[in-house]
């Protein structure tokens, strides 16, 4: 396990040192995210300050029994931190980001009334596939639908915490729904599985404003087919997080992490098949002209051991690294 404080400014995240009372502060109301290594899938708990949380995807893509095992894993973990589930932001309907979310409901975790779910409005939401029939099947009686489709949707959290969610429309299974978080001074952006025609086509309709973040969700755990260069260079993040797995639809490959370093030689890369469990934290407030953050890396994650998942060292993933294919709509800056 490792702990760092970080100053955040566009592209470049460096070293902090704060003093006694600012860690006390920090530490007494922060929000904290955590991306758990989940092997070929992906969940990442929003938790916070006043023990509300969001889930963002929810999956693996090893099979039905290490979803149960994970959605059970996460309703504990929700349990056991006295986390009330307010919303579920399910990226877009595929079973290694979603596939745990109906045994996570059916483990009857503490859950807000209604509980709210934010998704893209894309048609194969209604597949009738037996998992998704599943997921319909245990959803809450009382339950707030938010399905977006060439829209913007903007979120009032809590006092000085918003949250914008916008999608598109054309992209099939991959028409994921995006979210910018907005913690004070702080910004998030979380991305889904996407091709980066239609990455480009959201920055291009809803602007720099919704896409400009400290920290990036890397899209579709690194793949060559997503993550543009035009989007990165608009986001100017800091630190970029993603789910892997050294699978080749899983990986962070070469192309795409060519592109999350060029113009930002100071910027922190972190992933799930090297780092275990990412968790981040910011009380959002400056810090020395920039913001602050805390930078944890646990491995192994909470939940390595039960779905087998496992983390490499970095040297045996840059080898693993491949180009998928050549995609001219991820490189044009």
């Not at 409901?105 to 209604?126: K, Q």
Request: proline share 4%.
């Amino acid at each position: 396990m490792s702990t760092e404080f970080l100053k955040i400014t566009e592209s470049k995240a460096t070293t902090a040192h704060p003093n006694a009372t600012r860690r006390t502060k920090f530490t007494n109301s922060h929000l904290e995210v955590r991306m758990f290594n989940v092997g070929d899938g992906e969940a990442i708990l929003i938790a916070f300050p006043n023990r509300r949380a969001w889930l963002i995807d929810g999956g693996t893509g090893v099979g039905t029994a290490h979803n149960h095992t994970l959605g059970q894993q996460l309703a504990a973990h929700l349990q056991q931190r006295n986390l009330t589930l307010e919303a579920l932001v399910p990226s877009h309907p595929h079973k290694d980001h979603v596939g745990a979310v109906a045994p996570l409901l059916r483990a009857v975790p503490p859950l807000a009334d209604p509980l709210t779910i934010y998704r893209s409005a894309d048609g194969t939401w209604d597949a009738d596939t037996a998992w998704l029939a599943d997921l319909r099947q245990a959803l809450p009686a009382q339950v707030n639908t938010v399905a977006l489709s060439d829209a913007h949707r903007e979120v009032t959290v809590s006092d000085g915490v918003e949250a914008h969610f916008f999608a598109g429309s054309g992209d099939g299974a991959y028409t994921s729904i995006f979210l910018q978080l907005r913690f004070h001074q702080a910004r998030l952006l979380f991305t889904g599985d996407a091709h980066c025609a239609y990455e480009r086509d959201l920055l291009q309709r809803f602007g720099d404003d919704d896409f400009r973040a400290d920290v990036l969700k890397v899209t579709h755990h690194g793949s060559s087919s997503g993550t543009a260069q035009r989007v990165v260079n608009a986001v100017k993040p800091a630190i970029a997080i993603a789910s892997t797995q050294s699978d080749g639809g899983h990986r962070l490959e070469a192309d795409t992490l060519q592109r999350l370093r060029n113009n930002g030689p100071q910027r922190r890369i972190f992933e799930t098949l090297i780092d275990g469990d990412i968790i981040l934290r910011t009380d959002g407030e400056a810090f020395g002209g920039g913001v602050l953050y805390q930078v944890e890396l646990v491995a192994p994650g909470l939940f390595e051991a039960a779905l087998g998942a496992v983390t490499l060292p970095r040297a045996t993933v840059d080898a693993q690294r491949t180009v998928s294919a050549n995609h001219p709509d991820c490189v044009q800056a």
